[in-house]
């Protein structure tokens, strides 16, 4: 469920139109999305691998694989093109010094550095102290390395920049590496492929096929260690030249220490090996690496037992509805008017139910907001859980959900403007809630990134977003996003605005006294919501924190569709029980009752962040954490609350329409 990669037997729908689309344009006997363009190289091809920054998961910092005294290319350091979403995740990568031949095994010489000064050196230890990790690429497959940790074989992508002996108070940088490439024969007939990287749309068509016959690359393995090179001797070689094959040592003192003066040169070999992996099946062994398997078993019990709960108070709330309209139907007019008299309930405050709310424009503004994040949400994980967003497409998946976002302005402004017709019965004022709609989510995110960008400015980390991207994102905000909020804003005072079923009196009612205070039940009604997420979140956090792929959209999509039932159905029964105490101040308590799941999902990002990121070093890495932790959890709040709060108005809305009102 929500892998990656999607044969052609087993695509949505949706894919079955495309198949057909190209069955059309081309004669073919085979389909498939990928994730990306496939590329063939023949024996001797020259193959380029890349560099993406510097990353820990002690810092949370990434910076450039470049300030560090690495070797630099021959001709130059060339920065990739990279998309929106890799520029705000941090990502630079450039082109590197490493260079293989398909299928050729050698053992090459890059450069020897210049004595390390005070400054290299302390740079140098600083990134080893920090578990800073280099990040290589080869035909878009990161480098994965294989470790040993309490007898248990790990797989990590990316190799460390140097390591420190347990008792010892030297570092040693790591200046050998042996690479091993897995290549598989493709004959290139037979089958057309349709790829969404970096590269594009792509399909090989029939006359292509012969070119495209050769080797794939399938497999992408690094085995690191450091080597104490004799500087004088290296530094009479030039690059890429052959050496003999290196053995790694196994004693301490052969290593390459990190120390004033010292020349470290800089080695690696290659090694290429025939492998039965298919190209459409080579991020599998990425896909399953250690510590992002999903524990099923937990999982399917927390489904059980949320079904369970959300079967339960839905079966008690529909009883008790259908029984009170029933009793208050059956009776006769004489009766109804005695009925009113001696019980109190929801009848009660048939002419307060739909009295304006208190900071109503607020209201409409935050579920305008809320109608885009949720319409981005679902649509982004729909489309991952059928394999568009790949692994294999760097940064796509935050590219995608900024331009959903912008485009689904037009149906914030629609809900936000009519919510704001049916409140206040009049058009007046629309524009000002469309503007308030187009900016409240934006500007609180702007201003949290702002101040997280001069943190991040401040510690010179590829992480901090460069002024060009702010004035992109700036362009992309006031050019798309606000015209589509205020056409949809406009859409909403043409429509035909929600009549109330009963009128509203004068003079307001007056709410009974309790012996506790409402709130208490609102901010508890959010722990059932959050029940649905913990799990995931888990996972999601792991993902983002401690650079693991997550790739279950499948599974993510049906806690989501969870969530959403949940969320409606708590908002509902807590909105009945309030109108049941004669407590008509129900909107923002439906729009909390449902939205409080962002209130437990902050407290449990602190949670990890204090017993499962315990390697998190540093103030600065704790606030960035928690900024964005806060992101994430205003947008689940809009997201929820809004759920929470149309359902119970429509709820609300029915229940009113169906009493006899004289």
Same mark, same amino acid.
């Given at each position: ?536 979140? =888990? +996972?999601?956090?792991? $993902?983002?924190? &401690?650079?693991? #792929?997550? !790739?279950?959209?499948?599974? @993510?999509?049906?806690? *989501? ?29 439906? =729009? +909390?009752?449902?939205? $409080?799941?962002? &209130?437990?999902? #902050?407290? !449990?990002?602190?949670?990890? @962040?204090?017993?499962? *990121? ?49």
């Amino acid at each position: 469920m929500g892998s990656w990669a999607v044969s052609g037997r087993k695509t949505s729908s949706m894919l079955w139109v495309l198949f057909l689309v190209f069955l059309f344009a081309h004669e073919c006997s085979g389909f498939y999305l990928p994730g990306s363009y496939m590329h063939t190289y023949s024996t001797g091809d020259p193959i380029y691998a890349k560099v993406n920054s510097l990353t820990s998961i002690e810092t949370e910092l990434p910076f450039s694989y470049y300030s560090l005294p690495y070797c630099k290319p021959p001709e130059g350091i060339k920065k990739s093109a990279e998309n929106l979403g890799e520029l705000l995740m941090g990502d630079q990568i450039d082109n590197s010094p490493y260079r293989f031949r398909m299928n050729v095994n050698e053992t090459i010489y890059l450069c020897t550095t210049s004595s390390l000064n005070e400054h290299e050196v302390k740079l140098l230890k600083q990134r080893t102290r920090d578990l800073y990790q280099v990040n290589m690429i080869l035909d878009n497959l990161p480098a994965m390395r294989f470790a040993t940790q309490n007898g248990v074989s790990i797989q990590w992508t990316g190799f460390p920049v140097g390591y420190t002996p347990p008792q010892s108070d030297d570092d040693y940088i790591i200046n050998h590496l042996k690479f091993r490439v897995l290549v598989h024969e493709y004959e290139g007939s037979g089958v057309e492929i349709l790829g969404t990287g970096e590269e594009g749309m792509n399909v090989i068509s029939d006359s292509d096929k012969k070119k495209a016959s050769g080797f794939e690359i399938v497999g992408f393995e690094v085995y690191p260690c450091s080597i104490k090179f004799n500087s004088d001797l290296m530094s009479k070689h030039k690059m890429y030249d052959n050496l003999a094959s290196v053995s790694c040592p196994t004693e301490i003192e052969k290593s390459q220490v990190i120390r004033e003066r010292e020349r470290v040169s800089f080695t690696y070999e290659v090694e290429f090996v025939k492998s039965n992996i298919k190209w459409p099946s080579r991020w599998d062994a990425y896909l399953k690496m250690e510590g992002a398997r999903v524990h099923w078993f937990s999982i399917l019990n927390s489904l059980m037992v949320i079904f369970f709960l959300a079967g339960i108070v839905f079966v008690i709330f529909l009883r008790t509805v259908r029984r009170d309209l029933t009793r208050y139907e059956e009776l006769d007019k004489e009766a109804q008017a005695q009925m009113n008299e001696e019980l109190s309930g929801w009848k009660l405050v048939v002419g307060d139910v739909f009295r304006e709310p208190d900071c109503s424009k607020l209201l409409c503004t935050m579920i305008g907001d809320g109608v885009q994040i949720t319409g981005m949400a679902v649509v982004t994980i729909v489309f991952a859980s059928v394999g568009f967003m790949s692994p294999a497409s760097r940064g796509m998946l935050l590219t995608g959900m900024i331009i959903l976002y912008l485009f689904l302005g037009i149906f914030a402004g629609y809900v936000g403007v009519r919510l704001w017709r049916t409140i206040k019965g009049t058009s007046e004022g629309w524009r000002s809630v469309s503007w308030s709609v187009a900016c409240f989510f934006p500007g609180i995110v702007f201003v949290i990134l702002t101040a997280l960008n001069f943190i991040l400015w401040g510690s010179k980390s590829t992480g901090a977003i460069p002024i060009s991207l702010y004035f992109i994102l700036l362009s992309l905000w006031f050019c798309i996003s606000v015209p589509l909020t205020l056409l949809g804003g406009f859409l909403g005072t043409q429509s035909e605005p929600i009549q109330y079923p009963v009128r509203t009196n004068q003079i307001p009612r007056e709410i009974p006294a309790r012996k506790y205070p409402s709130w208490l039940l609102v901010l508890g009604a959010g722990t059932l919501p959050f029940g649905t997420l913990f799990i995931e979140l =888990f +996972f999601i956090l792991s $993902s983002i924190w &401690l650079g693991r #792929f997550y !790739y279950v959209f499948g599974f @993510l999509l049906v806690v *989501l569709l969870l969530l959403v039932v949940v969320c409606a159905e708590v908002s509902v029964v807590l909105t009945y029980m309030h109108l049941c105490v004669e407590d008509w101040q129900w909107w923002w308590k439906a =729009f +909390f009752a449902s939205g $409080s799941v962002s &209130l437990y999902v #902050f407290l !449990y990002s602190i949670n990890y @962040l204090v017993f499962d *990121l315990q390697s998190l070093s540093g103030p600065v890495s704790a606030i960035l954490y928690l900024g964005y932790s806060l992101i994430m959890a205003i947008a689940i709040m809009l997201s929820t609350g809004t759920i929470g709060l149309l359902v119970s108005f429509y709820f609300v809305h029915y229940l009113f329409s169906s009493v006899k009102i004289d």
